[in-house]
């Protein structure tokens, strides 16, 4: 199995902070990642596909970059809808696997 | 509009078997895997499986395999996710989701808890 390990588990930040979430594949995974937003008590949302493409209607503020082994997710400017767990997945080669997520809290 | 609408909450007693529904609407149902997602409380996601309703090929995450089945019904345009024997450890919210890149559209989650 491709083993994600993202970083860091947890962070506190503030309104306005950029933020980066970084995703690790175990082997390559060419650009085959999505990013999800999770919000308590609803289902993920999908904000980046293929590593780097912004889900329509998603912020232009959320960006996602990076191939191969690492990736990141970035919020240039964080706002208070944007306080929520976020996770990478892998879709490369199955069983497919997610990160362990990143708890976004207001610092 | 694309929706997976998912079967309610479930509360079951150990050694009692289960199945759930995912009913697709709004595209072709046939030309599209769905996968099921678990979270159990307080963690994060695990990928179970999925199944490509059209010829019913399905793949299981090695976690799962054995644990429960993944099957579809594509004259009704639903899939399902069932136990034979429920454990105490397999209360959780089960989403089912559309494979398209990776996830594009999740369902609302189905509730499942196991308690004597």
């Known amino acids: 199995d491709i083993q994600m390990t993202q970083s860091p588990s947890s962070l506190s930040a503030s309104v306005g902070d950029r933020v980066t979430i970084t995703c690790r594949a175990s082997?390559?995974?060419?650009?085959?990642l999505g990013w999800y937003q999770q919000k308590p008590g609803k289902a993920p949302k999908r904000l980046i596909y293929?590593?780097?493409s912004l889900q329509s209607g998603v912020p232009s503020r959320f960006s996602g970059s990076g191939s191969g082994t690492e990736f990141t997710l970035t919020i240039s400017s964080l706002q208070p809808e944007d306080f929520a767990t976020y996770y990478c997945l892998q879709h490369n080669s199955y069983p497919w696997t997610f990160g362990q997520g990143t708890k976004v809290e207001i610092k | 509009d694309v929706q997976l609408v998912q079967s309610g909450a479930e509360v079951k007693k150990p050694g009692e078997s289960l199945k759930i529904s995912c009913k697709g609407s709004?595209?072709?149902?046939?030309?599209?895997?769905i996968g099921w997602v678990r979270q159990m409380p307080g963690k994060g996601l695990e990928w179970m499986g999925s199944?490509?309703?059209?010829?019913?090929?399905?793949r299981y995450s090695p976690s799962f395999q054995g644990q429960v089945t993944i099957s579809a019904d594509k004259s009704i345009t639903t899939a399902y996710l069932q136990w034979s024997s429920l454990k105490a450890s397999d209360t959780a919210m089960y989403y089912c989701?559309?494979?398209?890149?990776?996830?594009?559209?999740w369902g609302q989650g189905s509730l499942v808890t196991v308690s004597s």
């Open positions: 293929a590593a780097s």
């Open positions: 082997q390559a995974i060419r650009n085959d």
């Open positions: 709004g595209y072709t149902f046939t030309n599209y895997w």
């Open positions: 199944i490509y309703p059209g010829d019913s090929d399905t």
């Open positions: 989701a559309r494979l398209v890149t990776a996830i594009d559209y």
